[in-house]
Protein backbone atom coordinates (compact mmCIF):
# COMPACT_ATOMS: atom_id res chain seq x y z
CA UNK A 1 0.00 0.00 0.00
CA UNK A 2 1.63 3.55 -0.95
CA UNK A 3 0.77 6.22 0.88
CA UNK A 4 1.07 9.65 -0.31
CA UNK A 5 1.53 13.37 1.74
CA UNK A 6 -0.31 16.28 0.44
CA UNK A 7 2.18 19.10 0.64
CA UNK A 8 1.78 21.99 3.65
CA UNK A 9 -0.60 24.77 1.62
CA UNK A 10 0.76 28.14 2.95
CA UNK A 11 -1.43 30.87 4.89
CA UNK A 12 -2.59 33.55 2.90
CA UNK A 13 -0.27 35.76 4.01
CA UNK A 14 2.47 34.11 3.32
CA UNK A 15 1.17 33.82 -0.36
CA UNK A 16 0.71 37.40 0.13
CA UNK A 17 4.41 38.45 1.18
CA UNK A 18 5.68 36.10 -1.90
CA UNK A 19 3.99 37.95 -4.13
CA UNK A 20 4.93 41.44 -2.98
CA UNK A 21 8.10 40.51 -3.30
CA UNK A 22 7.67 39.45 -6.76
CA UNK A 23 6.42 42.81 -7.88
CA UNK A 24 8.98 44.68 -5.99
CA UNK A 25 11.87 42.86 -7.48
CA UNK A 26 10.15 42.56 -11.29
CA UNK A 27 10.30 46.76 -11.05
CA UNK A 28 13.46 46.87 -8.77
CA UNK A 29 15.90 47.91 -11.85
CA UNK A 30 13.46 50.82 -13.08
CA UNK A 31 12.94 51.93 -9.14
CA UNK A 32 16.76 52.09 -8.40
CA UNK A 33 17.25 54.74 -11.65
CA UNK A 34 14.66 56.69 -10.47
CA UNK A 35 15.54 57.48 -6.62
CA UNK A 36 19.25 57.90 -7.75
CA UNK A 37 17.78 60.38 -10.36
CA UNK A 38 15.98 62.12 -7.25
CA UNK A 39 19.14 62.22 -4.89
CA UNK A 40 20.75 63.51 -8.03
CA UNK A 41 18.73 66.28 -7.83
CA UNK A 42 18.08 66.68 -4.02
CA UNK A 43 22.15 67.04 -4.05
CA UNK A 44 21.62 70.26 -6.38
CA UNK A 45 19.20 71.53 -4.27
CA UNK A 46 21.33 70.54 -1.03
CA UNK A 47 24.77 72.06 -2.44
CA UNK A 48 23.42 75.65 -2.29
CA UNK A 49 22.18 75.68 1.48
CA UNK A 50 25.48 73.26 2.44
CA UNK A 51 25.20 73.62 6.36
CA UNK A 52 29.00 73.57 6.25
CA UNK A 53 29.87 76.86 4.51
CA UNK A 54 26.35 78.77 3.14
CA UNK A 55 24.23 78.44 5.97
CA UNK A 56 27.04 79.57 8.12
CA UNK A 57 28.05 82.14 6.18
CA UNK A 58 24.58 83.59 6.10
CA UNK A 59 24.28 83.74 9.89
CA UNK A 60 27.17 85.74 10.20
CA UNK A 61 26.09 88.10 7.34
CA UNK A 62 22.88 88.51 9.58
CA UNK A 63 24.50 89.11 12.73
CA UNK A 64 26.72 91.46 13.99
CA UNK A 65 27.42 91.10 17.67
CA UNK A 66 30.45 88.29 17.33
CA UNK A 67 29.49 86.56 20.47
CA UNK A 68 26.01 86.14 19.75
CA UNK A 69 27.11 85.20 16.19
CA UNK A 70 29.10 82.46 17.81
CA UNK A 71 26.31 81.16 19.97
CA UNK A 72 23.68 81.17 17.24
CA UNK A 73 26.01 79.34 15.51
CA UNK A 74 26.55 76.43 17.66
CA UNK A 75 22.38 76.31 17.91
CA UNK A 76 22.61 75.20 14.37
CA UNK A 77 23.50 71.65 14.99
CA UNK A 78 21.02 71.77 17.48
CA UNK A 79 17.87 72.32 15.38
CA UNK A 80 19.15 70.24 12.73
CA UNK A 81 19.16 67.25 15.00
CA UNK A 82 15.77 68.01 16.23
CA UNK A 83 14.40 67.91 12.78
CA UNK A 84 16.11 64.81 12.43
CA UNK A 85 15.01 62.79 15.07
CA UNK A 86 11.77 64.06 16.81
CA UNK A 87 9.83 64.39 14.05
CA UNK A 88 10.54 61.07 12.74
CA UNK A 89 10.09 59.35 15.76
CA UNK A 90 6.57 60.70 16.14
CA UNK A 91 5.57 59.84 12.44
CA UNK A 92 7.20 56.52 12.10
CA UNK A 93 4.49 54.37 13.38
CA UNK A 94 1.81 56.25 11.10
CA UNK A 95 4.22 55.56 7.64
CA UNK A 96 4.45 52.24 9.16
CA UNK A 97 0.71 51.94 8.25
CA UNK A 98 0.69 54.56 5.05
CA UNK A 99 -0.49 52.78 2.44
CA UNK A 100 1.93 54.37 -0.29
CA UNK A 101 5.06 55.41 1.40
CA UNK A 102 6.62 57.63 -1.87
CA UNK A 103 3.30 59.27 -1.70
CA UNK A 104 4.61 60.94 1.80
CA UNK A 105 8.22 61.51 0.40
CA UNK A 106 6.93 63.45 -2.10
CA UNK A 107 5.03 65.65 -0.12
CA UNK A 108 8.18 65.63 2.71
CA UNK A 109 10.11 66.46 -0.54
CA UNK A 110 7.86 69.01 -1.79
CA UNK A 111 8.24 70.80 2.56
CA UNK A 112 11.80 71.13 1.96
CA UNK A 113 11.69 73.95 -0.65
CA UNK A 114 9.00 76.08 1.46
CA UNK A 115 11.51 77.53 4.41
CA UNK A 116 14.04 78.43 1.59
CA UNK A 117 11.61 79.83 -0.75
CA UNK A 118 10.69 82.24 2.01
CA UNK A 119 14.38 83.15 3.26
CA UNK A 120 14.76 84.38 -0.46
CA UNK A 121 11.56 85.98 -0.77
CA UNK A 122 12.73 88.20 2.64
CA UNK A 123 16.12 88.81 1.35
CA UNK A 124 14.89 90.32 -1.82
CA UNK A 125 12.47 92.38 0.33
CA UNK A 126 15.16 93.24 2.27
CA UNK A 127 13.21 92.40 5.61
CA UNK A 128 17.16 90.80 6.89
CA UNK A 129 17.81 94.31 7.03
CA UNK A 130 14.76 95.84 8.32
CA UNK A 131 13.76 93.14 11.01
CA UNK A 132 16.00 93.19 13.98
CA UNK A 133 14.39 89.96 14.74
CA UNK A 134 14.98 88.32 11.42
CA UNK A 135 17.98 85.95 13.23
CA UNK A 136 15.01 84.67 15.25
CA UNK A 137 12.88 84.03 12.22
CA UNK A 138 15.92 82.32 10.21
CA UNK A 139 16.26 79.95 13.15
CA UNK A 140 12.78 78.96 12.45
CA UNK A 141 12.81 78.25 9.32
CA UNK A 142 15.84 76.49 9.38
CA UNK A 143 14.27 74.16 12.33
CA UNK A 144 11.17 73.76 10.03
CA UNK A 145 12.98 73.15 7.05
CA UNK A 146 15.55 70.38 8.98
CA UNK A 147 11.84 69.01 10.64
CA UNK A 148 10.67 68.45 7.02
CA UNK A 149 14.15 66.64 6.11
CA UNK A 150 14.15 64.22 9.18
CA UNK A 151 10.44 63.10 7.81
CA UNK A 152 12.00 62.76 4.41
CA UNK A 153 15.11 60.78 5.30
CA UNK A 154 12.60 58.75 7.35
CA UNK A 155 10.85 58.03 4.49
CA UNK A 156 13.50 57.44 1.72
CA UNK A 157 15.14 54.89 3.88
CA UNK A 158 11.60 53.36 4.87
CA UNK A 159 10.83 53.25 0.55
CA UNK A 160 15.13 51.87 -0.04
CA UNK A 161 13.88 49.16 2.40
CA UNK A 162 10.65 48.34 0.80
CA UNK A 163 12.66 48.49 -3.05
CA UNK A 164 16.09 47.81 -3.04
CA UNK A 165 17.34 44.83 -2.04
CA UNK A 166 20.50 44.98 0.66
CA UNK A 167 23.11 44.54 -1.38
CA UNK A 168 22.07 46.84 -4.37
CA UNK A 169 21.87 49.53 -1.39
CA UNK A 170 25.37 50.25 -1.81
CA UNK A 171 24.92 50.94 -5.67
CA UNK A 172 22.24 53.22 -5.55
CA UNK A 173 24.42 55.36 -2.88
CA UNK A 174 27.31 55.55 -5.47
CA UNK A 175 25.34 56.37 -8.83
CA UNK A 176 23.40 59.29 -6.98
CA UNK A 177 27.14 60.15 -5.33
CA UNK A 178 28.95 60.19 -8.37
CA UNK A 179 26.47 62.05 -11.16
CA UNK A 180 24.91 63.52 -8.06
CA UNK A 181 28.36 65.43 -7.39
CA UNK A 182 29.17 65.90 -10.69
CA UNK A 183 26.27 68.00 -11.58
CA UNK A 184 26.32 69.84 -7.99
CA UNK A 185 29.91 70.95 -8.10
CA UNK A 186 29.62 72.28 -11.41
CA UNK A 187 26.83 74.24 -10.90
CA UNK A 188 27.77 75.11 -7.72
CA UNK A 189 31.63 76.61 -9.37
CA UNK A 190 29.62 78.40 -11.92
CA UNK A 191 26.85 80.19 -10.15
CA UNK A 192 28.13 80.47 -6.78
CA UNK A 193 31.27 82.79 -7.60
CA UNK A 194 28.99 85.26 -9.93
CA UNK A 195 26.25 85.51 -7.17
CA UNK A 196 28.24 86.03 -3.87
CA UNK A 197 30.07 89.01 -3.47
CA UNK A 198 30.98 91.37 -0.60
CA UNK A 199 28.97 94.46 0.10
CA UNK A 200 30.32 98.51 0.55
CA UNK A 201 30.39 97.08 4.85
CA UNK A 202 32.43 93.93 3.88
CA UNK A 203 28.93 91.78 4.36
CA UNK A 204 28.56 88.45 1.90
CA UNK A 205 25.60 89.78 -0.68
CA UNK A 206 24.06 87.28 -3.16
CA UNK A 207 22.19 84.87 -0.53
CA UNK A 208 18.21 85.81 -2.19
CA UNK A 209 19.46 84.23 -5.64
CA UNK A 210 21.19 81.24 -3.70
CA UNK A 211 18.22 80.02 -1.48
CA UNK A 212 15.84 80.56 -4.09
CA UNK A 213 17.47 78.10 -6.35
CA UNK A 214 17.77 75.85 -3.38
CA UNK A 215 14.19 75.75 -2.88
CA UNK A 216 13.51 75.18 -6.54
CA UNK A 217 15.80 72.56 -6.71
CA UNK A 218 13.74 70.16 -3.76
CA UNK A 219 10.59 70.98 -5.91
CA UNK A 220 12.54 69.94 -8.75
CA UNK A 221 13.70 66.73 -6.97
CA UNK A 222 10.12 65.94 -5.91
CA UNK A 223 8.80 64.91 -9.64
CA UNK A 224 11.72 62.53 -9.87
CA UNK A 225 9.64 60.80 -7.58
CA UNK A 226 5.69 60.06 -9.64
CA UNK A 227 8.07 57.86 -11.66
CA UNK A 228 8.72 55.11 -8.66
CA UNK A 229 6.66 52.37 -8.96
CA UNK A 230 5.42 50.96 -5.56
CA UNK A 231 3.22 47.61 -5.19
CA UNK A 232 0.95 47.40 -2.51
CA UNK A 233 2.10 46.47 0.54
CA UNK A 234 -0.91 46.00 2.72
CA UNK A 235 0.46 47.38 5.28
CA UNK A 236 -3.11 50.01 5.78
CA UNK A 237 -4.57 47.06 7.86
CA UNK A 238 -1.32 46.84 10.27
CA UNK A 239 -1.99 47.71 14.25
CA UNK A 240 -0.44 51.03 16.03
CA UNK A 241 2.60 50.69 17.81
CA UNK A 242 1.69 53.25 20.11
CA UNK A 243 3.72 56.30 21.45
CA UNK A 244 6.83 56.50 19.44
CA UNK A 245 9.19 57.40 22.57
CA UNK A 246 7.86 54.89 24.58
CA UNK A 247 8.33 52.06 21.56
CA UNK A 248 11.91 53.93 21.11
CA UNK A 249 12.66 53.41 24.78
CA UNK A 250 11.28 49.57 24.76
CA UNK A 251 13.62 49.03 21.36
CA UNK A 252 16.95 50.50 23.08
CA UNK A 253 16.11 48.47 26.44
CA UNK A 254 15.25 44.88 24.76
CA UNK A 255 17.53 44.93 21.63
CA UNK A 256 21.18 44.46 23.04
CA UNK A 257 22.66 44.62 19.06
CA UNK A 258 20.94 47.85 18.43
CA UNK A 259 21.94 49.53 21.45
CA UNK A 260 25.64 48.56 20.49
CA UNK A 261 25.41 50.23 16.85
CA UNK A 262 23.40 53.52 18.60
CA UNK A 263 26.26 54.16 21.21
CA UNK A 264 28.56 53.78 17.62
CA UNK A 265 26.60 56.02 16.04
CA UNK A 266 26.21 58.76 18.91
CA UNK A 267 30.12 59.08 19.38
CA UNK A 268 30.60 59.39 15.50
CA UNK A 269 27.93 62.25 15.03
CA UNK A 270 30.10 64.23 17.26
CA UNK A 271 31.79 64.62 13.66
CA UNK A 272 28.96 67.45 13.36
CA UNK A 273 29.12 69.35 16.85
CA UNK A 274 32.12 71.32 15.17
CA UNK A 275 30.88 71.61 11.61
CA UNK A 276 29.48 75.32 11.59
CA UNK A 277 32.49 76.17 12.81
CA UNK A 278 34.82 75.39 9.83
CA UNK A 279 33.83 78.27 7.63
CA UNK A 280 34.66 80.48 10.73
CA UNK A 281 38.25 78.59 11.41
CA UNK A 282 39.26 78.87 7.79
CA UNK A 283 37.92 82.38 7.30
CA UNK A 284 40.04 83.71 10.10
CA UNK A 285 42.97 85.17 7.74
CA UNK A 286 41.59 87.92 5.98
CA UNK A 287 40.67 87.75 2.28
CA UNK A 288 39.38 89.93 -0.35
CA UNK A 289 37.59 86.90 -1.78
CA UNK A 290 35.54 85.54 0.31
CA UNK A 291 32.71 84.21 -1.68
CA UNK A 292 35.24 82.74 -4.12
CA UNK A 293 36.87 80.86 -0.97
CA UNK A 294 33.35 79.69 0.35
CA UNK A 295 32.33 78.20 -3.28
CA UNK A 296 35.44 76.47 -3.91
CA UNK A 297 34.92 75.00 0.16
CA UNK A 298 31.49 73.93 -1.18
CA UNK A 299 32.56 72.18 -4.42
CA UNK A 300 35.22 70.73 -3.07
CA UNK A 301 32.77 69.05 -0.11
CA UNK A 302 30.75 67.99 -2.54
CA UNK A 303 33.66 66.11 -4.60
CA UNK A 304 34.42 64.11 -1.76
CA UNK A 305 31.09 62.88 -1.73
CA UNK A 306 31.42 62.10 -5.55
CA UNK A 307 34.73 60.74 -5.11
CA UNK A 308 34.26 58.60 -1.54
CA UNK A 309 30.29 57.22 -2.59
CA UNK A 310 31.15 54.61 -4.98
CA UNK A 311 33.95 53.06 -2.64
CA UNK A 312 32.16 52.73 0.12
CA UNK A 313 29.21 51.64 -1.98
CA UNK A 314 31.34 48.62 -2.89
CA UNK A 315 32.46 47.93 0.09
CA UNK A 316 28.82 48.25 1.91
CA UNK A 317 27.39 45.52 -0.78
CA UNK A 318 29.98 42.97 -1.17
CA UNK A 319 31.39 43.09 2.82
CA UNK A 320 29.04 44.96 5.22
CA UNK A 321 27.73 48.16 6.35
CA UNK A 322 30.09 47.40 9.36
CA UNK A 323 33.58 47.79 7.58
CA UNK A 324 32.13 50.43 5.44
CA UNK A 325 31.21 52.80 8.54
CA UNK A 326 34.24 51.56 10.21
CA UNK A 327 36.50 53.00 7.03
CA UNK A 328 33.73 56.06 7.12
CA UNK A 329 34.72 56.93 11.24
CA UNK A 330 38.94 56.42 10.91
CA UNK A 331 38.21 58.35 7.46
CA UNK A 332 36.38 61.47 8.95
CA UNK A 333 39.14 61.56 12.52
CA UNK A 334 41.51 63.43 9.85
CA UNK A 335 39.47 66.75 9.21
CA UNK A 336 39.16 68.34 12.74
CA UNK A 337 42.76 67.32 13.39
CA UNK A 338 44.04 68.77 9.85
CA UNK A 339 41.87 71.99 10.44
CA UNK A 340 43.87 72.69 13.46
CA UNK A 341 47.01 71.46 12.31
CA UNK A 342 46.75 73.98 9.59
CA UNK A 343 45.32 76.49 11.39
CA UNK A 344 48.00 76.68 14.16
CA UNK A 345 50.84 76.58 11.32
CA UNK A 346 51.39 72.86 12.88
CA UNK A 347 51.60 72.17 9.27
CA UNK A 348 53.13 74.12 6.26
CA UNK A 349 50.26 75.45 3.72
CA UNK A 350 47.84 77.01 5.99
CA UNK A 351 44.91 78.86 4.40
CA UNK A 352 46.23 77.40 0.90
CA UNK A 353 45.31 74.10 1.97
CA UNK A 354 42.49 74.39 4.19
CA UNK A 355 40.10 73.34 1.27
CA UNK A 356 41.40 69.50 1.93
CA UNK A 357 39.59 69.67 5.29
CA UNK A 358 36.28 70.23 3.15
CA UNK A 359 37.10 67.10 0.81
CA UNK A 360 36.96 64.92 3.75
CA UNK A 361 33.91 66.63 5.18
CA UNK A 362 32.46 64.73 2.15
CA UNK A 363 32.70 61.77 4.42
CA UNK A 364 30.03 63.02 7.07
CA UNK A 365 26.71 62.41 4.89
CA UNK A 366 28.44 59.34 3.35
CA UNK A 367 28.70 57.68 7.18
CA UNK A 368 25.00 58.92 8.13
CA UNK A 369 23.71 57.10 5.05
CA UNK A 370 25.29 54.34 6.08
CA UNK A 371 24.61 53.79 9.29
CA UNK A 372 20.99 53.94 8.15
CA UNK A 373 21.23 51.57 5.40
CA UNK A 374 23.12 49.71 8.15
CA UNK A 375 20.15 49.55 10.40
CA UNK A 376 17.77 48.74 7.90
CA UNK A 377 19.41 44.80 8.43
CA UNK A 378 18.80 45.01 12.05
CA UNK A 379 15.20 44.47 11.56
CA UNK A 380 12.14 43.38 9.02
CA UNK A 381 10.76 45.38 6.53
CA UNK A 382 7.66 46.20 8.39
CA UNK A 383 9.92 47.55 11.67
CA UNK A 384 12.13 49.79 9.06
CA UNK A 385 10.55 52.87 10.52
CA UNK A 386 10.88 52.56 14.01
CA UNK A 387 14.53 51.51 13.83
CA UNK A 388 15.44 54.31 12.32
CA UNK A 389 13.66 56.87 13.62
CA UNK A 390 15.01 55.44 17.06
CA UNK A 391 18.98 55.05 15.99
CA UNK A 392 17.92 58.82 14.42
CA UNK A 393 16.84 59.97 17.66
CA UNK A 394 19.89 58.26 19.15
CA UNK A 395 21.94 60.23 16.79
CA UNK A 396 20.74 64.08 18.54
CA UNK A 397 21.67 63.12 21.72
CA UNK A 398 24.97 64.76 21.05
CA UNK A 399 23.77 67.54 20.04
CA UNK A 400 22.15 68.73 22.97
CA UNK A 401 25.75 69.90 23.87
CA UNK A 402 26.35 72.36 20.49
CA UNK A 403 25.82 75.71 22.03
CA UNK A 404 28.26 74.66 24.64
CA UNK A 405 30.68 74.24 21.57
CA UNK A 406 30.03 77.46 20.39
CA UNK A 407 30.65 79.25 22.95
CA UNK A 408 33.71 77.40 24.09
CA UNK A 409 35.19 78.45 20.06
CA UNK A 410 34.14 81.41 21.17
CA UNK A 411 36.00 84.86 22.50
CA UNK A 412 35.54 83.26 26.36
CA UNK A 413 36.12 79.92 25.46
CA UNK A 414 39.16 77.89 25.10
CA UNK A 415 39.59 77.94 21.43
CA UNK A 416 39.03 75.64 18.27
CA UNK A 417 42.02 73.24 18.95
CA UNK A 418 40.93 71.68 22.49
CA UNK A 419 37.02 71.91 21.13
CA UNK A 420 38.16 69.77 17.46
CA UNK A 421 40.44 67.39 19.03
CA UNK A 422 38.07 66.14 21.42
CA UNK A 423 35.88 65.58 18.86
CA UNK A 424 38.40 63.49 16.99
CA UNK A 425 38.92 61.54 19.98
CA UNK A 426 35.72 61.07 20.40
CA UNK A 427 34.88 59.83 16.80
CA UNK A 428 37.77 57.52 16.97
CA UNK A 429 36.63 55.69 19.68
CA UNK A 430 33.40 55.00 17.71
CA UNK A 431 35.26 53.71 14.68
CA UNK A 432 37.58 51.29 17.72
CA UNK A 433 33.68 50.23 18.50
CA UNK A 434 32.88 48.89 15.29
CA UNK A 435 35.03 45.99 16.08
CA UNK A 436 32.06 45.06 18.53
CA UNK A 437 28.88 45.51 16.88
CA UNK A 438 26.90 43.15 15.43
CA UNK A 439 26.97 42.64 10.93
CA UNK A 440 24.26 40.99 9.87
CA UNK A 441 25.30 39.81 6.92
CA UNK A 442 27.19 37.40 8.55
CA UNK A 443 23.76 35.89 9.96
Given at each position: ???????????????A????????????????????G??????????????????????D?????????????G????L?????????????????????????????????????????????L??????S??????????A??????G????????V??????????????A?????????????????????L?????G??????T???I??????G????????H?P??????S????N?????????????K??????V???????????????????????D????R??????????????????????????????????????????????????????????S??????L?????????????????????????????????L???V???????????????????????L??A???????????????????
Amino acid sequence: MTSTTTPPVPPPEAEAVVGRSEAVERVESRNLLVLAGYHVALRLAWIFKTESVIVPAFLDTIVATPGLRDTLRGCLPVLNRFGHSVPPLLYADRLRRAERKTSVLLAFTLMMAVPFLVLAASWFLGLHERWSFFPAVFLVLYALFFSATGLNNLAFGTVQGKLIRVDRRGRLMAIAGIVGSILAVSAAWFVMPAVLSQGPDGRLQGFGTIFLISGLGFVGSAVFLLAVHEPDDGSRASSSRGNGFVSAWRLVKEDAKFRGLALVAMLYMTIQLVFPHYQALGLSEPSDSQGVRLATWVVVQNAGVGLFSPVVGAVADRAGNRLAFRLLAFGSVIAPVLAIALHEQWLPGGASLFWVVFLLLGLSPIGMRTLSNFVLEYCDEEDHPRYLSTLKLCMAVPFLFSPLVGFLVGPGGVGFAPVFLGVAALVATAGLLTFTVHEPRHD
